[in-house]
């Protein structure tokens, strides 16, 4: 009786063992294979990485990637944030997989100051960005149009050295920094706009404040766009009231642009030359396309901040680093100054055909923009699909990929450059 029992019990055994190894195999064999993310550093409960990013974020992310690597993930509140910091990473992801990689992340703030992401730069990629990217490409931007723009560059310039020899001539210190900020803002007023706005009268002071203000905030996040429960915070510190005030006052000012360039005669051209500021080639482009362009007054007033956000701070901003450069480095302004003496001579005037013989200023003028960039932070990518960066797996519409373009972390290589 025992041996017949054992007998059957042995193989019901063995096949039920059998049957749950091979549920077990199927199941494991079914399962998606494991995604490797990048290195990250410990992140805190709620905020995540963001007590890590300090004063100045794009130094405390060189100095999170000297200890994770070139690609790394952080987690801003809720939002996974990734990172490249050299570049070979950065080549990846905006050369190799730059269509991957092309859309933009929703920002809350630069929502309201653009009427709802109708500009070029913070756009969603898509049908309406194309349009106003080749518009801005085609119409504002080509070279013939650039080369009109000649008389003004040159005129603004040349009216900074008069204003400077002035303030030398006194015993009063030169604010180099004024100066610079002044000229940009002229030339790209008359190019843009077809007048000055920037001078020290009321209307000057007022628009150079509220320009200063909307720069500043392009820079700004809200608490919310992180920790979505805490976007409650951005009316108690004023940060909401800030970004209307100034949206509003960008608004009102644009509007009496515009409407200026509608009321004056056709004829009368404020820009150079009798030509026509990027304004005027927006109303017009506007009138001839009105069936199919998706140029309306809100998009023309965006594209219009957007070139005030990219042509004027960052251009004073690298002449500033350029001359702080030169006076740490004597010898490197000797030889420059030596270059500019030989190629102008008797003349009392640069034009910019004399450019093209200064080789040593364009050099100092790449170097400095090797070693401080305009824009340590590139404007913030976000991935439309899954894909893999070096590696490691990138989740698609989640990730905002950062690419810190800090001169000391991503174009200083070992081997590629001998000075930091």
Same mark, same amino acid.
């Given at each position: 009786?025992?041996?017949?029992?054992?007998?059957?019990?042995?193989?019901?055994?063995?096949?039920? #063992?059998?049957?749950?190894? @091979?549920?077990?195999? =199927? %199941?494991?064999? *079914? &399962?998606?294979? /494991?995604?490797?993310?990048?290195?990250?550093?410990?992140?805190?409960?709620?905020?995540?990485? #963001?007590?890590?990013?300090? @004063?100045?974020?794009? =130094? %405390?992310?060189? *100095? &999170?990637?000297? /200890?994770?690597?070139?690609?790394?993930?952080?987690?801003?509140?809720?939002?996974?944030?990734?990172?490249?910091?050299?570049?070979?990473?950065?080549?990846?992801?905006?050369?190799?997989?730059?269509?991957?990689?092309?859309?933009?992340?929703?920002?809350?703030?630069?929502?309201?100051?653009?009427?709802?992401?109708?500009?070029?730069?913070?756009?969603?990629?898509?049908?309406?960005?194309?349009?106003?990217?080749?518009?801005?490409?085609?119409?504002?931007?080509?070279?013939?149009?650039?080369?009109?723009?000649?008389?003004?560059?040159?005129?603004?310039?040349?009216?900074?050295?008069?204003?400077?020899?002035?303030?030398?001539?006194?015993?009063?210190?030169?604010?180099?920094?004024?100066?610079?900020?002044?000229?940009?803002?002229?030339?790209?007023?008359?190019?843009?706009?077809?007048?000055?706005?920037?001078?020290?009268?009321?209307?000057?002071?007022?628009?150079?404040?509220?320009?200063?203000?909307?720069?500043?905030?392009?820079?700004?996040?809200?608490?919310?766009?992180?920790?979505?429960?805490?976007?409650?915070?951005?009316?108690?510190?004023?940060?909401?009231?800030?970004?209307?005030?100034?949206?509003?006052?960008?608004?009102?000012?644009?509007?009496?642009?515009?409407?200026?360039?509608?009321?004056?005669?056709?004829?009368?051209?404020?820009?150079?030359?009798?030509?026509?500021?990027?304004?005027?080639?927006?109303?017009?482009?506007?009138?001839?396309?009105?069936?199919?362009?998706?140029?309306?007054?809100?998009?023309?007033?965006?594209?219009?901040?957007?070139?005030?956000?990219?042509?004027?701070?960052?251009?004073?901003?690298?002449?500033?680093?350029?001359?702080?450069?030169?006076?740490?480095?004597?010898?490197?302004?000797?030889?420059?100054?030596?270059?500019?003496?030989?190629?102008?001579?008797?003349?009392?005037?640069?034009?910019?055909?004399?450019?093209?013989?200064?080789?040593?200023?364009?050099?100092?003028?790449?170097?400095?923009?090797?070693?401080?960039?305009?824009?340590?932070?590139?404007?913030?990518?976000?991935?439309?699909?899954?894909?893999?960066?070096?590696?490691?797996?990138?989740?698609?519409?989640?990730?905002?990929?950062?690419?810190?373009?800090?001169?000391?972390?991503?174009?200083?290589?070992?081997?590629?450059?001998?000075?930091?």
């Amino acid at each position: 009786m025992d041996a017949n029992y054992q007998t059957l019990i042995f193989p019901l055994v063995s096949f039920l #063992l059998f049957i749950i190894f @091979l549920h077990k195999w =199927r %199941s494991t064999a *079914a &399962l998606p294979p /494991r995604k490797r993310p990048p290195p990250s550093p410990r992140k805190l409960p709620i905020i995540g990485n #963001l007590h890590q990013l300090g @004063l100045y974020p794009h =130094r %405390s992310l060189q *100095a &999170l990637s000297r /200890r994770y690597g070139q690609l790394m993930l952080l987690h801003f509140g809720h939002v996974p944030v990734l990172v490249a910091s050299s570049a070979d990473a950065a080549c990846e992801i905006m050369k190799n997989q730059d269509l991957i990689f092309s859309n933009r992340p929703n920002v809350s703030i630069l929502g309201r100051l653009t009427y709802g992401f109708r500009d070029v730069a913070f756009a969603p990629y898509g049908e309406y960005w194309r349009q106003v990217r080749s518009i801005c490409v085609l119409h504002l931007l080509n070279n013939k149009r650039v080369q009109s723009f000649r008389r003004v560059r040159e005129e603004e310039t040349s009216a900074m050295i008069d204003r400077i020899r002035q303030l030398g001539s006194s015993s009063s210190v030169v604010n180099l920094t004024d100066v610079l900020v002044t000229t940009t803002n002229n030339v790209f007023c008359r190019v843009a706009l077809g007048r000055k706005y920037g001078d020290e009268d009321g209307e000057g002071r007022k628009f150079k404040k509220f320009l200063a203000e909307f720069v500043e905030l392009l820079g700004t996040s809200s608490i919310g766009d992180y920790i979505s429960w805490l976007g409650w915070t951005s009316k108690v510190d004023g940060l909401d009231a800030k970004v209307e005030k100034v949206a509003k006052l960008f608004d009102e000012f644009l509007e009496g642009v515009i409407q200026e360039h509608r009321d004056r005669d056709n004829g009368e051209k404020i820009c150079n030359d009798g030509g026509f500021d990027f304004v005027d080639i927006l109303l017009e482009f506007q009138r001839g396309n009105k069936d199919r362009s998706p140029v309306e007054d809100e998009t023309i007033k965006a594209i219009i901040q957007d070139m005030f956000a990219a042509g004027t701070d960052t251009t004073f901003s690298m002449l500033e680093w350029s001359i702080a450069e030169l006076i740490r480095n004597p010898r490197t302004m000797k030889t420059l100054q030596n270059e500019v003496r030989e190629v102008a001579g008797t003349k009392e005037e640069i034009s910019e055909d004399d450019l093209e013989k200064m080789h040593y200023l364009k050099a100092v003028i790449k170097e400095s923009l090797r070693l401080h960039s305009p824009v340590p932070l590139l404007i913030p990518r976000e991935s439309t699909q899954d894909t893999k960066v070096m590696g490691y797996d990138i989740s698609a519409g989640t990730h905002k990929c950062s690419v810190n373009v800090c001169g000391k972390i991503l174009f200083i290589r070992r081997g590629s450059w001998t000075q930091a």
